[in-house]
């Protein structure tokens, strides 16, 4: 599956959404570095130190 590139308001790229073979889902910041994962079998967003930021949906792009 294509990465879901995200951009600003001025159309400037911030990051990225790679979705895993297993499912999760990997937020990547402009500059190469995993910012959080979110896990759809769990429900859970976590951030890169593996602390839950969020229970209910995917709640990655709060981590831009």
């Known amino acids: 599956m294509e990465d879901q590139v995200i951009k600003d308001s ?3 790229r911030l990051g990225r959404i790679h979705q895993g073979s297993d499912g999760r889902q990997q937020l990547i910041d402009r500059g190469g570095t995993v910012r959080g994962t979110y896990d759809a079998k769990t429900d ?3 951030d890169r130190g593996g ?3 969020g229970r209910s949906g995917n709640q990655l792009t709060r981590l831009l």
């Open 44 to 46: 859970l967003t976590r």
């Open 10 to 12: 001025s159309n400037v």
């Open 51 to 53: 602390k839950i930021v």
